[in-house]
């Protein structure tokens, strides 16, 4: 599975911007979908994910984001409201595919800058 990242840029504190991550296939029969996200210095970290019908969040990102997906068009989103300069990162999705075991695929991340 092949995933491309894109949404990222600048923003201004409070500002708002919309992730997407788009398969190469489809992704009806991929039970979770997912964002990390890396700061500069900082280890990678979970943000949110849907695991079958559950939504799972960072304490740092509730109420403020929201991942989906579309099935029909192979992508899943990640919806960043009322963002923070701390929230600035490189944004990667991910995906888990059952092949006997789970594994892992990545996109190569898209940038996020908020800053004033």
Same mark, same amino acid.
């Given at each position: 599975?092949?995933?491309?990242? %894109?949404?990222?840029?600048?923003?201004? =504190?409070?500002? !708002?911007?919309? @992730? %997407?991550?788009?398969?190469?296939? %489809?992704?009806?029969?991929?039970? &979770?979908?997912?964002? +990390?996200?890396?700061?500069?210095?900082?280890?990678?970290?979970?943000?949110?994910?849907?695991?079958?019908?559950?939504?799972?969040?960072?304490?740092?990102?509730?109420?403020?984001?929201?991942? %989906?997906?579309?099935?029909?068009?192979?992508?899943? +989103? @990640?919806?960043?409201?009322? @963002?923070? =300069?701390?929230?600035?990162?490189?944004?990667?999705?991910?995906?888990?595919?059952?092949?006997?075991?789970?594994?892992?695929?990545?996109?190569?991340?898209?940038? &996020?800058?908020? !800053? !004033?």
């Amino acid at each position: 599975v092949q995933l491309q990242a %894109s949404g990222g840029g600048l923003v201004q =504190p409070g500002g !708002s911007l919309r @992730l %997407s991550c788009a398969a190469s296939r %489809s992704i009806f029969t991929i039970n &979770v979908v997912g964002w +990390y996200r890396q700061a500069p210095g900082k280890e990678r970290d979970l943000v949110a994910d849907i695991t079958g019908q559950t939504t799972n969040y960072a304490d740092s990102v509730k109420g403020r984001f929201t991942i %989906s997906r579309d099935n029909a068009k192979n992508t899943f +989103y @990640l919806q960043m409201n009322s @963002l923070k =300069p701390e929230d600035t990162a490189v944004y990667y999705c991910y995906v888990d595919v059952w092949h006997g075991d789970y594994r892992r695929y990545w996109g190569l991340g898209t940038l &996020v800058t908020v !800053s !004033s």
